[in-house]
């Protein structure tokens, strides 16, 4: 302990971060680096295989609600009008023809933009699926025995190796989402809202072949860990609340079996969040691409009962902000398919990140849209982007959102004797491993069921999560400190609107007089990550920790390969961390 005084902290980052492998997976990105690094590798979270078949490029599992029809469309238009009250721009019956010039008379200026936008119109260029094989000369002699051999020899008398092209059997990154739409392959993302992408198109072993593959890329290629060396490695699973406890065995049996770590942990999300930044009392606001996560941490401890799962994020805001210029009739006649086209989805993360902020006032902006609809030409036009304030409004009012949310993951896979916290796996005499009870029956450990709301607004949520902490001094000290994680999270604007709408929304018997949203230091995408750094670091026992051998040996039954059959075990040692 009094080396650990002493030390400066980028010393023990270095010392004991060099065999420390931190992964924090989601649902559009996959986040992962060594300790020792100031910044992950942040690479989008997909798969892309070649098909024999002459197929055109397929999107596994990439569906909108196919039941949003004019009702929800009318919700939406209504909340649009909300929005648009509250920002004082006009409402979309207001629109007027001079909506369709190329540049308005008074427009908002886009160089106050945060210093964490960046404003990047640049064209995406198509991947290159081929690639040269070698072809050796003993292969070409076989083949060629029957030509003449003066017809293919160099000068000096040796046979040349000749190039073959082929298609690259796999694509992974932002590589495999710019693959043209001509190209024979099957685009996967395994994890999709928080969960698993799992389907009767995209089975579990399928799911878990490719997170294995996905990250076992990104250990060899990013990281420059070898397999073979991955034995003196160990890895921190910092994931997000809305992972089962199934999907969380799973992902330790990647990590320990399949990618051969020595030792592994996992951490929540929200409160690795916290110590990213510093904090141990805090309500954690985490806005990812496809799902906002709000959690309260006391004291370094993460409260299961304040944990809610909302089923939108900045994905979501992306299509909407598309939806608001087609409206406006701004956006340039080009065939835009974010969800048959992952180009287009790129685009337009690109041009929400850039150019989205919220501010009162008609807020536009100049911008370059590219059209990917014809890969040989990509065609681009300089347009206007209007009312770019009220897509993220749509956190407040999800009924601008949800039309185009993804319908939930079918989870028939999901067995209750596979859950952690209902175990019921069955001895040989027949009787249940527990006595026919559910886990927590007889286990001290409070169970974690994370709370899903589909139609309230991020304010609504963050204030339902503090109060039901129950005492007012803990309440006090969490609405004064309110953290937002994520890439939403660098949205200009965001911050002192939550922190308006949040005092509104207490209910006036609560003895709250302030709201505080903090501004964080670091970039709010990474947060959570270095927070996984952080604690790894500083967990000198690692006592919680599960080692490759253990896990093996204890955790599966022989010969099945991902079936666990003692529940209690497993459950003792990931639950007691997992909760604190």
């Known amino acids: 302990m009094d080396y650990l005084k002493t030390v400066a902290p980028s010393q023990l980052m270095a010392e004991r971060g060099a065999n420390l492998v931190v992964i924090n997976p989601g649902s559009t990105n996959v986040r992962m680096g060594l300790a020792s690094q100031d910044m992950p590798f942040n690479v989008p979270h997909c798969i892309a295989r070649h098909k024999n078949d002459a197929g055109k490029l397929s999107v596994r599992d990439q569906r909108l609600n196919c039941r949003a029809g004019s009702t929800h469309n009318a919700e939406r238009e209504k909340a649009y009008d909300i929005i648009a009250s509250l920002l004082k721009i006009p409402f979309l019956n207001e629109v007027s023809s001079a909506e369709n010039q190329p540049l308005p008379p008074k427009m908002g200026r886009v160089d106050g933009l945060s210093s964490q936008q960046n404003k990047d119109d640049s064209k995406l260029t198509w991947t290159d699926v081929m690639d040269k094989s070698i072809k050796s000369s003993t292969s070409i002699e076989s083949s060629d025995a029957d030509e003449d051999p003066s017809q293919s020899t160099s000068d000096d008398g040796k046979r040349p190796n000749s190039e073959e092209m082929k298609y690259k059997e796999m694509i992974f990154g932002e590589d495999a989402l710019k693959i043209p739409p001509s190209a024979s392959y099957c685009l996967s993302r395994p994890i999709r809202r928080g969960h698993f992408n799992i389907s009767q198109n995209y089975p579990l ?72 930044n510093g904090l141990s009392t805090t309500c954690v606001v985490n806005i990812g691409a496809q799902v906002t996560q709000v959690v309260c941490v006391e004291d370094g401890v993460a409260l299961p009962h304040t944990a809610l799962a909302l089923p939108y994020g900045g994905d979501d805001i992306s299509r909407c902000l598309l939806w ?23 685009m337009l993360n690109k041009i929400k990140e850039a150019y989205s902020q919220i501010r009162s006032g008609s807020f536009d902006a100049v911008a370059h849209v590219h059209s990917y609809e014809h890969e040989k030409s990509v065609g681009q036009q300089k347009t206007r982007l209007s009312a770019l304030s009220v897509p993220p409004m749509g956190l407040l009012y999800p009924r601008l959102l949800i039309p185009e949310e993804y319908p939930p993951p079918p989870r028939p896979w999901f067995q209750d004797c596979d859950d952690m916290l209902e175990d019921t796996w069955q001895t040989n005499d027949g009787v249940s491993g527990n006595g026919g009870l559910g886990a927590w029956d007889s286990y001290q450990m409070l169970p974690t069921r994370l709370k899903k709301f589909d139609n309230i607004g991020l304010v609504e949520a963050i204030v339902s999560s503090v109060l039901s902490t129950g005492r007012v001094d803990l309440q006090r000290k969490l609405f004064c400190s309110i953290q937002l994680v994520g890439g939403v999270a660098s949205t200009a604007g965001l911050a002192p609107v939550l922190e308006q709408r949040v005092l509104n929304t207490i209910p006036s018997n609560q003895p709250v007089e302030r709201v505080v949203v903090l501004q964080s230091g670091r970039n709010p995408l990474f947060i959570p990550w270095k927070g996984g750094v952080i604690l790894g670091v500083l967990d000198i026992g690692r006592d919680a920790w599960i080692h490759r051998e253990d896990w093996i040996k204890n955790g599966v039954h022989v010969g099945s390969g991902r079936k666990y059959k003692d529940s209690y075990f497993l459950q003792s040692q990931i639950m007691c961390y997992y909760n604190t």
Not at 327 to 338: G, L, N
């Open 324 to 346: 608001v210029q087609h409206r406006h009739r701004t956006w340039p006649s080009f065939k835009t398919e974010p969800m048959k086209r992952p180009m287009d989805m790129l």
């Open 205 to 276: 072993h399928q799911v878990l072949e490719d997170l294995r593959t996905i990250w076992n890329w990104m250990l060899t290629e990013k990281l420059l860990i070898n397999p073979k060396d991955r034995n003196v490695y160990s890895v921190i699973l910092v994931l997000g609340e809305t992972f089962d406890n199934r999907e969380i065995k799973e992902m330790l049996s990647i990590v320990l079996g399949d990618l051969g770590f020595s030792t592994a942990v996992v951490h929540q999300e929200a409160l690795a969040a916290a110590f990213g």
